[in-house]
């Protein structure tokens, strides 16, 4: 800092450049305040830049087994079962006569499937019941019987009423098990979660519904493939490991090769009543209950 002389005043030339510093100081001070004040700056309002969060990435659950949680359907419908060999029954055959499932006199749900339907579902003789080509000029129904019940229907294999692991395990693993149609039915044996269920089934470009009306073939507790969402393979292995049967009109309404064979192939998946279709599958619809 400058000082006064020794008599205690500023001399001219002290002054002077005192005056020239004070000058430039100012001049400084005017452009540097001009600059901060036209210079941008943020609105109030505006946040940060930040990157939108991630969606956690989903993790495939454990396969379902007899005690598994119920399967949660997942989005737009039931899991998809693909590549799955069917088999043909129908209501009146008897394939063999010494097994306990060798009638389709009667069903797990029924014991009087036979009547309650209406009669055999094909071609009757004498002394018994053969299946019958169907086709699409009469809507795939039965040609010497008019039906009571829905002639398209078909079996899985989980029977939830008289196989005591499946009865025991239903409301863990049947996925609408709480839906409101079955409230109170928890160890009821005189209800079915299965019975009359719809099913979606493709094959050979083709896509038909049909309702469940019996359980099999060859296994009775199969929850892992009938509920599980991972297209496990049914773990039935007759019948060339057929993991469904289903009625001759849906033989005939999926364009099967054979009316009685095992080679054909299916995808299928549940599906809610709301959502099937008008078809020859809804010209009768099955709604009975239970018949011990």
Request: aromatic share 10%; glycine share 10%; with cysteine.
């Amino acid at each position: 800092m400058s000082t006064p002389d020794e008599t205690g005043s500023w001399t001219p030339r002290r002054r002077a450049i005192l005056i020239s510093v004070l000058a430039i100081g100012l001049t400084v001070l005017a452009v540097l305040t001009i600059v901060f004040s036209t210079a941008p700056r943020p609105s109030p309002s505006a946040s940060p830049s930040v990157a939108p969060p991630t969606s956690p990435t989903a993790t495939a659950g454990p396969t379902p087994t007899g005690t598994s949680n119920p399967t949660a359907p997942v989005a737009g419908g039931y899991p998809w079962h693909t590549g799955i060999v069917s088999t043909t029954f129908w209501v009146g055959e008897i394939f063999d006569p010494n097994a306990a499932d060798g009638s389709q006199v009667y069903s797990t749900y029924d014991s009087g499937w036979m009547d309650s339907y209406g009669g055999c579902d094909g071609v009757r003789t004498a002394d018994d019941c053969q299946t019958e080509v169907r086709t699409a000029a009469n809507d795939f129904f039965p040609t010497q019987l008019k039906p009571k019940e829905n002639p398209f229907y078909l079996d899985l294999p989980f029977d939830d009423l008289n196989d005591a692991q499946a009865f025991a395990t239903r409301e863990q693993v049947v996925p609408w098990a709480g839906q409101s149609a079955y409230a109170g039915s928890a160890g009821d044996d005189t209800v079915s979660l299965m019975k009359n269920r719809w099913v979606r089934i493709r094959s050979n470009g083709q896509t038909c519904y049909g309702q469940i009306e019996d359980a099999g073939p060859g296994q009775y507790h199969d929850a892992a493939y009938v509920f599980g969402a991972d297209d496990a393979r049914p773990a039935n292995k007759k019948f060339n490991g057929a993991g469904m049967d289903v009625s001759p009109a849906l033989n005939g309404c999926l364009r099967f090769s054979d009316i009685n064979g095992e080679n054909d192939t299916v995808d299928w998946q549940f599906v809610e009543a709301a959502d099937v279709p008008q078809g020859p599958w809804t010209k009768i619809v099955t709604t009975s209950g239970v018949r011990p």
